[in-house]
């Protein structure tokens, strides 16, 4: 794995959550004030006043990728105009209103061992995608250029293990996801993003289990495979007590 990673070696000592968290400080994405954190454009009026109220919801953003899009190394189909969809709906008052905060996550793989594979399985492993600070991993093009200007947090997950659940990542507050939430004082979220029956089910159902009033918002999401859709649409995610709706919300809906 080496001849994929040179730079594993360097990333090693990162496998003891201590190190790790050093290692997560040190990330910086373009136009970053923080690692993974980006500040809103003070001039953004409804930005500003979203910011100041509290509603008590995220919205949650699931690995809108360029590798998880047309073109990429494990594309979902319609995930470029999902992107799109989603970076104007980031410019929308009516939208943002409903937000305290706004989360991204992506995969950052560096070496996540048997989830990478030269003949992998397509449920468990998987071609080389989102290797960490590649193009691949960046956000896609309407999303990277529509979240510059409004302040969101990142989620990276998936260093040294598969990690489908933006909960299994750390925030660039070096906190896991279900704690940096609480602390902030969110006790719902929507989930939207790629893929429907993998990072977003994950998500959501994670997001379920640590005790938040979760939605998946379905016309917001792409997946991968009609039937395990399905089945994460209309039968594990209800199971779990996800609300599911393809009904995209505006501030003050409940």
């Known amino acids: 794995r080496s ?5 594993t070696t360097l990333f090693r000592s990162a496998l003891a959550p201590a ?28 930005m500003s006043e979203q910011n100041s109220r509290k509603t008590g919801r995220a919205l949650i953003v699931v690995d ?7 073109g990429g190394a494990l594309a979902v189909t319609g995930g470029n105009d999902l992107a799109a969809r989603i970076a104007v709906l980031l410019k929308d008052p009516d939208f943002m209103g409903r937000y305290d905060q706004i989360i991204l996550t992506r995969d950052w793989h560096i070496d996540p061992g048997s989830h990478f594979s030269d003949s992998p399985d397509y449920v468990k492993s998987w071609p080389v995608h989102c290797v960490a600070e590649t193009p691949g991993a960046a956000f896609v093009d309407p999303l990277e250029q529509a979240h510059h200007n409004i302040k969101v947090t990142i989620v990276d997950k998936g260093m040294f293990d598969d990690a489908y659940s ?11 996801l279900a704690g940096f939430l609480r602390s902030r004082g969110v006790k719902a979220v929507d989930v939207v993003g790629i893929a429907t029956d993998y990072c977003v089910k994950a998500t959501a159902l994670d997001a379920a289990r640590e005790g938040f ?16 859709i399905t089945q ?23």
């Open 232 to 254: 994460a649409l209309k039968v594990d995610l209800p199971a779990a007590g996800v609300n599911v709706t393809d009904t995209i919300p505006t501030e003050g809906a409940v």
């Open 64 to 70: 809108v990728q360029n590798d998880f899009v047309e």
């Open 3 to 7: 001849t994929l990673f040179p730079y």
């Open 166 to 176: 933006g909960f299994q990542g750390i925030t660039s507050f070096n906190t896991p």
């Open 213 to 228: 009033d979760t939605t998946v918002i379905a016309s917001l999401c792409v997946g991968i495979n009609p039937d395990s």
């Open 19 to 46: 190190k790790a968290t050093t290692w997560q400080k040190s990330v910086k994405g373009p136009g970053e004030t923080t690692p993974g954190q980006r500040i809103y454009n003070k001039g953004d009026e409804h």
